[in-house]
């Protein structure tokens, strides 16, 4: 792992390789072991601890979450990138994010699909909207999937679990086309 001193202005991505990291095992057991133990309705708290007694910080649960998946993908052997976020998005960023073409956010934008705002002629997302509209976008694909799929019994007819097959498409696309079905 790399030894960074981060300010406020040197915020870079970075990447951890999990051999350079020879402690994940143990801070992988920890927190597996940690986690076990389940004290009833008692609310889980971590600390960053310094080197002298009394020198520590509770982390909020949001950094021990960010922790706990870094640690998990190391020790599955996965290197980690951690790339800091502006909180506003371009347009280009957004479609990075998505992983779609620019125009094809623009689309969504002009579509009232993501909520945008304007600086001057640049449209600017923020990033909470944009990763709610992945969500969104992630569980109508799943309901998608699960619409497609079809039981098929052994003892069926090939040709009536294609036509199962063909109307579940049919209802879908016509879903996904705004008719009522």
């Not at 920890?30 to 133990?37: C, V």
């Not at 999937?145 to 879908?172: F, G, P, Y």
């Amino acid at each position: 792992m790399k030894g960074v001193v981060m300010t406020g202005a040197a915020l870079k991505q970075e990447t951890y390789l999990p051999e350079a990291i020879p402690q994940v095992a143990q801070v992988y057991d920890f927190l597996q072991a940690h986690e076990k133990t389940g004290r009833g309705a008692v609310e889980p708290r971590y600390f960053l601890a310094g080197a002298t007694a009394g020198d520590q910080v509770e982390l909020p649960v949001e950094v021990y979450r960010a922790v706990r998946q870094v640690v998990e993908a190391l020790q599955q052997g996965l290197a980690v990138t951690v790339a800091p976020q502006t909180q506003t998005l371009t347009t280009q960023q957004a479609a990075d994010l998505l992983g779609v073409s620019r125009p094809t956010v623009i689309k969504l934008l002009d579509g009232g699909k993501i909520s945008f705002e304007r600086s001057g002629t640049h449209r600017r997302i923020l990033l909470r909207d944009l990763l709610a509209y992945r969500q969104q976008r992630r569980a109508e694909q799943y309901d998608a999937l699960d619409a497609t799929s079809v039981e098929i019994d052994d003892e069926e007819d090939l040709d009536t679990a294609l036509q199962q097959l063909r109307e579940a498409r049919r209802v879908v696309a016509a879903r996904r086309r705004g008719i009522a079905e």
